[in-house]
């Protein structure tokens, strides 16, 4: 899935700046940002909102951005998320485990820089992809939950993600910079069949990054030497 979002980048890059472009590399910059989640909204049954039952959670995300205009960039990225359930809110079968909700996220996003200074750039950005969520006895491994419904089904699914965002890029130096970032997101895990139509549903997060960018082109001028006069 995270290789189809890069080459989907990619394609789009080349087709916004012409086949085969000279300046290429200089138009490509990778990502890595650690940073936290919260929920906001959306209920756990009908007894409880999700963030009843959830402490804030925390994440690693990696992306490749493409600039397709100078105040434009695709990132196609992919993040692990996970929010261990709070101790008195475990079921009975995982009160020995460490359980969470782990948010596997796969998001193509479209950015808008809001400032072309090589020191600061605001920037708005907007997207979506998939999440396979899951409720596992494990933050990172784990066994999956049964549904509440149906026993033998999981407590998982596929569903669709949207975010939107606002955040800084900070550029201290030519080929590194540092993001700050807050995003929200909407996932959209609502499924009648599998969770009760007072269970699970749409659910919506507010995730915090901070991150570094290592960037292929130079994204500051390079320092103008002094003339000498005589």
């Not at 479209?110 to 596992?136: A, D």
């Not at 549904?147 to 569903?159: E, G, Q, R, V, Y």
């Not at 895990?189 to 570094?212: E, P, W, Y």
């Amino acid at each position: 899935m995270f290789k189809r979002l890069v080459c989907l980048v990619l394609l789009a890059g080349l087709a916004a700046s012409g086949l085969m472009a000279a300046d290429f590399p200089d138009r490509v910059s990778v990502r890595l940002d650690p940073g936290t989640l919260f929920s906001l909204h959306g209920r756990y049954s009908a007894s409880y909102n999700l963030k009843e039952m959830v402490l804030s959670g925390a994440g690693l995300g990696l992306s490749l951005r493409f600039r397709v205009h100078p105040a434009i960039l695709l990132e196609a990225g992919y993040s692990y998320n996970w929010m261990f359930i709070k101790k008195d809110m475990r079921p009975a079968a995982y009160l020995a485990d460490k359980p969470a909700l782990v948010l596997p996220m796969y998001t193509l996003n479209g950015t808008v820089l809001m400032s072309q200074s090589e020191s600061l750039r605001p920037y708005f950005t907007l997207g979506g992809g998939l999440c396979p969520w899951r409720f596992s006895s494990e933050g990172l491994r784990g066994e999956i939950w049964p549904s509440p419904l149906d026993s033998d089904d999981t407590f998982a699914k596929n569903s669709l993600i949207l975010n939107t965002g606002l955040g800084l890029e900070i550029i201290p130096w030519s080929r590194v910079s540092f993001v700050v970032e807050a995003k929200y997101h909407l996932l959209f895990s609502k499924d009648a069949v599998r969770f009760g139509t007072t269970g699970f549903n749409n659910q919506g997060f507010l995730g915090l990054r901070l991150g570094i960018v290592y960037s292929f082109g130079a994204q500051k001028s390079p320092p103008q030497e002094e003339e000498d006069f005589e």
